[in-house]
């Protein structure tokens, strides 16, 4: 098995600290292919990628960067509410800082659920540096079937229990990263949110990847991200967390995406 060596970092940005990890293979190719860097969900951390990261560097003979948002995690807390373009803004304000402070120009675009609207607009916002693009359970634009189950999550979050499972993970700011999830998309301001504008501006191969069962989006989702532009995957009997579900499966995938690549 290939050893992995994995570095913790603290990203200094004009918003704050951003605390990041990297894996990185130990394997002559590492040093010239393009690293991947994974951007989490409306929920996620570092952490809750666990061993995803690792076996997907083995797998790729990539490194793999993954940071915490600002807000989310270790990272520094975020002043105030999310604005309504955080998800292009992460692209324009937040990777150009991570590549300057983790050393690496030309990269791999990798995001889970609306980490994968940021892998989309960073595909667009840096067209040169974006060698390739994955969405996992990424979404396109606001569906019923997506607020349906953020209703259901907001009632399960009410439960003291639910919430301090994920305090585990993002500590005294869980509710703010509960209501940064569910207020923003709930929102009557956001209801024409899409990506269509981004997604006309991305010029690498795509691969969007989607669970069968997933509970948060219809596989119009990943066909909107392929379309003539690259190719769907769609996970038999999987639902919204592919990396949890079976990280080995979905990390071959990509594996065999970046070789054609």
Same mark, same amino acid.
């Given at each position: 098995?290939?050893?992995? @060596? ?27 292919? &393009? ?5 989490? @969900? ?12 690792? *076996?997907? &560097? ?11 948002? *600002?807000?989310?995690?270790?990272? @520094? ?13 992460? &692209? ?18 990798? /995001?889970?659920?609306?980490? /994968?609207?940021?892998?989309? %607009? ?24 997506? *607020? $349906? ?20 993970? =993002? ?15 709930? &929102? ?7 990506? $269509? ?14 669970? %069968?069962?997933? %509970? ?26 592919? =990396? ?5 499966? *979905? ?11």
């Amino acid at each position: 098995m290939t050893k992995i @060596d994995e570095q913790e970092f603290w990203v200094r940005t004009r918003e704050g600290r951003l605390f990041a990890k990297t894996w990185t293979p130990d394997a002559q190719e590492t040093t010239y292919r &393009a690293p991947i860097l994974l951007f989490h @969900d409306s929920l996620g951390c570092v952490e809750l990628w666990r061993g995803f990261p690792a *076996l997907l &560097a083995s797998a790729t003979g990539r490194r793999v960067i993954a940071y915490d948002r *600002l807000g989310f995690g270790r990272s @520094d807390s975020y002043p105030g509410q999310l604005e309504f373009d955080f998800i292009a803004a992460e &692209a324009r304000h937040v990777v150009p800082q991570l590549g300057e402070q983790l050393g690496f120009i030309e990269f791999v675009a990798c /995001g889970h659920s609306v980490g /994968g609207g940021m892998a989309v %607009e960073t595909a667009a916002h840096l067209q040169t540096q974006c060698q390739a693009l994955v969405t996992i359970a990424a979404q396109a634009f606001v569906e019923d079937k997506t *607020l $349906d189950g953020i209703r259901v999550a907001k009632r399960d979050f009410e439960d003291a229990a639910n919430l301090a499972r994920l305090a585990k993970y =993002h500590g005294d700011r869980a509710r703010w990263v509960v209501d940064a999830w569910t207020e923003t998309w709930l &929102a009557s301001e956001y209801v024409d949110w899409n990506l $269509d504008a981004s997604l006309a501006a991305v010029r690498c191969p795509t691969l969007a990847i989607h669970g %069968e069962c997933d %509970e948060y989006g219809s596989a119009a989702h990943p066909k909107r991200i392929a379309e003539g532009r690259g190719s769907t995957l769609i996970l038999p009997e999987t639902g919204h967390v592919p =990396h949890r579900e079976d990280d080995r499966l *979905l990390a071959d995938a990509i594996a065999e995406f970046l070789s054609l690549a």
